[in-house]
């Protein structure tokens, strides 16, 4: 089973930016669809972003749409995501996950990352 590490997290202004690496070990990311879900405070974990297997396919959640870009770098076995124009709302943990099915269903990402935290302040 791939293992999954996130980093890139920190604490940014509003209307900043941030790039969200996860480093994938045990597998490749082009074997799997690679999703980003965020869980903010008090709330459930949600899916930001998604992107099939192929690559060719992606999702985005209608809050990070125009802002938020998922890419792979295969050579680094390693998913990004490009957050930019930051908004207070966007403050969460941010998992790297990965499953067979390029979907939006947390159930089907079998493989989590532990998160790694984005704080914007307004």
């Known amino acids: 089973q791939v293992q999954l590490a996130e980093s890139g997290g920190g604490l940014v202004q509003a209307g900043g930016s941030l790039r969200l690496s996860c480093a994938a070990s045990?597998?490749?990311?082009?074997?799997?669809?690679m999703g980003w879900f965020r869980q903010a405070p008090g709330k459930e974990r949600e899916c930001a972003v998604v992107?099939?297997?192929?690559?060719?396919?992606?999702y985005y959640a209608d809050s990070v749409k125009g802002r938020f870009t998922i890419s792979r770098d295969i050579a680094k076995n390693t998913v990004y995501l490009q957050m930019n124009s930051l908004k207070p709302e966007d403050t969460a943990v941010y998992y790297c996950a990965a499953g067979l099915i390029a979907t939006t269903t947390e159930a089907n990402f079998r493989s989590w990352g532990q998160g790694t935290q984005v704080t914007v302040s307004s």
């Open positions: 992107v099939s297997r192929s690559g060719g396919s992606t």
């Open positions: 045990g597998g490749t990311v082009s074997s799997y669809a």
